[in-house]
Nanobody, 124 residues
């Protein structure tokens, strides 16, 4: 069983930065790909970024490419999302997820474990 706990959310002005962290329990964390998704009010959950099991490959949604960076520290059982140049459209609840495979996907339905989510609100 894996538990994921996000932190680092909050209120930020447009153009600002935030760094999200996701702490994972369990000794198998380093074997699996991880991803960040987000869900805005009234919208479906959408893919944001993903990273493979060893951190050598990363994947991004077009909407965040060049602004967000995903990374992981397997020694700390953690994955991070550095978010720069935040825009109002980035306002959402952000979730980290683990899919039980070394290579992550962009599909939310392939992820077995989810954190509780952390709110990001970007103001003008």
């Amino acid at each position: 069983q894996v538990q994921l706990v996000e932190s680092g959310g909050g209120l930020v002005q447009a153009g600002g930065s935030l760094r999200l962290s996701c702490a994972a329990s369990g000794s198998t964390f380093s074997r699996y790909g991880m991803a960040w998704f987000r869900q805005a009010p009234g919208k479906e959950r959408e893919f944001v970024a993903a990273i493979n099991w060893i951190g050598t490959s990363t994947y991004y949604a077009d909407s965040v490419k060049g602004r967000f960076t995903i990374s992981r520290d397997n020694a700390k059982n953690a994955v991070y999302l550095q978010m720069n140049s935040l825009a109002i459209e980035d306002t959402a609840v952000y979730y980290c997820a683990l899919n039980g495979a070394r290579v992550p996907t962009m599909r939310a339905d392939t992820y077995e474990y989810w954190g509780q989510g952390t709110q990001i609100t970007v103001s003008s």
